[in-house]
């Protein structure tokens, strides 16, 4: 019998909201629990792709909206082989940001639409669970102030959490709001449990194409 499919979970959500921190949590818990899992963050700095969007967002260079946006799509779409791969061979992926951070981040700046941000990730394969740590501006700024990257200001955050709001309207996609005010413990705890239910699902079906 062919070995069932791992699932791809993805954690969104607004600056500081503990995406990281939950990625890294879930993990140990699915390993624990003896499922084959890893976890992957985009933007990947570790590829060529991925090196020139560190830069970027470091303030080191300057690069062209559409053309960081494009960069930034690249750089998932070159981790995409290794991704369905993996999927296949029963491993599932948690993913630190996904297409939803890239649409919702660049149709925040100004003369930029959502429709034309999505346009370069139709077909990514889709994730079976997106999970969208909610989290409001004064409860995250208890949680230190903006680092030093590039987009870490209130303005254009509030703006990115706008567009968010706009993407999570979709219901082709499987979207989980989960308040992020919480303890760590008790973020994880809804976290895993959402994600048990979605490994469970996904063994059985197709992987997805994203915005088709
Ligand atoms: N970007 C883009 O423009 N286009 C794209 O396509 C993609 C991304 C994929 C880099 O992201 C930037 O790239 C990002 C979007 C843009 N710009 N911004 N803003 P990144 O993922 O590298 O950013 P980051 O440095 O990891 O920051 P973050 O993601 O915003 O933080 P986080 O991962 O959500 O939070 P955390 O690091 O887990 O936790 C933050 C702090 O809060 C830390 O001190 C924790 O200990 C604390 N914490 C976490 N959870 C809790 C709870 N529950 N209670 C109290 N304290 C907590
Ligand atoms: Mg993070």
């Not at 034309?116 to 909610?134: E, S, T």
């Not at 990115?160 to 989960?178: G, H, P, R, T």
Request: hydrophobic share 40%.
């Amino acid at each position: 019998m062919a070995c069932k499919r791992g699932a791809l979970i993805v954690l969104e959500g607004v600056d500081r909201a503990g995406k990281t921190t939950q990625c890294n949590k879930l993990v140990q818990t699915l390993q624990q629990s003896g499922q084959p899992v890893e976890m992957m963050r985009f933007p990947d700095r570790s590829t060529t792709i991925g090196q020139l969007i560190s830069s970027y967002l470091e303030k080191k260079s300057d690069l062209e909206d559409h053309t960081v946006h494009l960069l930034f799509s690249a750089n998932r779409w070159e981790l995409v082989p290794l991704m369905k791969k993996k999927l296949e061979q029963g491993t599932t992926l948690v993913v630190d940001r996904y297409a939803f951070s890239g649409a919702a981040f660049t149709s925040a700046k100004p003369g930029f639409c959502l429709d034309w941000c999505k346009q370069p990730d139709v077909g990514l394969p889709k994730p079976d669970l997106v999970m969208f740590l909610q989290l409001s501006p004064a409860e995250a700024a208890l949680r230190g102030q903006f680092g030093e990257e590039r987009y870490e200001t209130s303005v254009f955050q509030k703006a990115v959490q706008q567009k968010f709001e706009q993407l999570m309207k979709d219901s082709s996609v499987n979207w989980q709001v989960i308040d992020a005010s919480q303890s760590v413990e008790d973020v994880h705890e809804n976290i895993a449990s959402h994600t048990h239910n979605a490994i469970n699902k996904a063994q059985n079906l197709p992987l997805g194409q994203l915005w088709t």
